[in-house]
């Protein structure tokens, strides 16, 4: 009788997930790798390079807006609306198009898989409207916890992270609400790495490169939680770091902004 593979080491530190994750996917995904640097490079220049707002420019009023639009007929009318259903499903389909590159990459990063840009994009391709159709029921579910004070939404939205991975995780073969149960499973009990994994990187890189860093993490996450599904290790301490500094950021800009408001009235009240 043969013995089982010995389980790999699992790995809490979250800046090691990312640094692992994108090492993974330089190594075995090349051409997703650059494709997402360029991406990212385009996205930093778009927003570099924007062009400033005029001074002179006169804000629309919503009395503009009447007076555009009053006028027009319902052909007119049904026109506009059917430009913006083909723009916006044109919209949702690229970006789900390079969503799936990158959720079946880390499919098969998770099983030490080399990954050509071809068949990455001809996968997503073919998967492409119930990949979309899972984008939608995530939504709706995080919208729907985020109406309990937003914490729940942003926890769930982390714990339902690697349902795309597991869309594309052809030894499952998993599709709408049983990728998301699949990633709710995984994650119990280590929503915190999950989270921290992609968000320290991202904060120390200013979110410059988070497609690359998602990419790299997701696919380490998904490969080490499958195999200590049963029991995960505590939370190491830079994930709580990572998890309580951005409220300590807010909070200390607030009373910042607080304590600058009182100064400046009790020094208005003593030149009066």
């Given at each position: 009788?043969?013995?089982?593979?010995?389980?790999?080491?699992?790995?809490?530190?979250?800046?090691?997930?990312?640094?692992?994750?994108?090492?993974?996917?330089?190594?075995?995904?090349?051409?997703?790798?650059?494709?997402?640097?360029?991406?990212?490079?385009?996205?930093?220049?778009?927003?570099?390079?924007?062009?400033?707002?005029?001074?002179?420019?006169?804000?629309?009023?919503?009395?503009?807006?009447?007076?555009?639009?009053?006028?027009?007929?319902?052909?007119?009318?049904?026109?506009?609306?059917?430009?913006?259903?083909?723009?916006?499903?044109?919209?949702?389909?690229?970006?789900?198009?390079?969503?799936?590159?990158?959720?079946?990459?880390?499919?098969?990063?998770?099983?030490?898989?080399?990954?050509?840009?071809?068949?990455?994009?001809?996968?997503?391709?073919?998967?492409?409207?119930?990949?979309?159709?899972?984008?939608?029921?995530?939504?709706?579910?995080?919208?729907?916890?985020?109406?309990?004070?937003?914490?729940?939404?942003?926890?769930?939205?982390?714990?339902?992270?690697?349902?795309?991975?597991?869309?594309?995780?052809?030894?499952?073969?998993?599709?709408?609400?049983?990728?998301?149960?699949?990633?709710?499973?995984?994650?119990?009990?280590?929503?915190?790495?999950?989270?921290?994994?992609?968000?320290?990187?991202?904060?120390?890189?200013?979110?410059?490169?988070?497609?690359?860093?998602?990419?790299?993490?997701?696919?380490?996450?998904?490969?080490?939680?499958?195999?200590?599904?049963?029991k995960k290790p505590a939370a190491h301490w830079l994930s709580?770091?990572?998890?309580?500094?951005?409220?300590?950021?807010?909070?200390?800009?607030?009373?910042?902004?607080?304590?600058?408001?009182?100064?400046?009235?009790?020094?208005?009240?003593?030149?009066?």
């Open positions: 009788m043969s013995a089982k593979p010995s389980k790999r080491h699992y790995e809490n530190n979250p800046f090691f997930i990312a640094s692992s994750g994108i090492t993974l996917l330089f190594n075995l995904a090349q051409g997703v790798a650059i494709m997402l640097i360029i991406l990212s490079v385009l996205g930093l220049f778009g927003n570099a390079f924007s062009p400033p707002p005029d001074p002179n420019a006169r804000e629309l009023t919503s009395a503009d807006f009447m007076n555009t639009f009053s006028g027009w007929t319902t052909t007119e009318w049904l026109m506009l609306g059917a430009a913006s259903l083909i723009i916006g499903l044109a919209i949702i389909m690229i970006s789900a198009l390079f969503t799936g590159v990158s959720a079946y990459t880390s499919a098969r990063l998770a099983q030490n898989e080399d990954v050509r840009i071809r068949t990455a994009f001809a996968e997503s391709f073919d998967k492409l409207w119930g990949f979309i159709w899972l984008q939608i029921i995530v939504f709706v579910k995080v919208l729907l916890w985020s109406l309990l004070f937003i914490i729940p939404g942003i926890i769930m939205a982390v714990r339902y992270s690697l349902a795309n991975v597991a869309f594309f995780d052809d030894t499952q073969n998993l599709r709408g609400n049983d990728a998301i149960k699949e990633s709710l499973r995984l994650t119990k009990g280590a929503w915190i790495t999950t989270y921290a994994s992609t968000a320290l990187f991202n904060m120390l890189t200013f979110f410059a490169i988070s497609s690359v860093v998602s990419t790299g993490a997701n696919a380490v996450l998904y490969r080490q939680l499958q195999e200590h599904s049963d709580w770091l990572t998890l309580v500094l951005p409220f300590a950021l807010i909070s200390l800009i607030i009373f910042g902004l607080i304590a600058i408001a009182i100064v400046v009235g009790l020094l208005g009240q003593k030149t009066i």
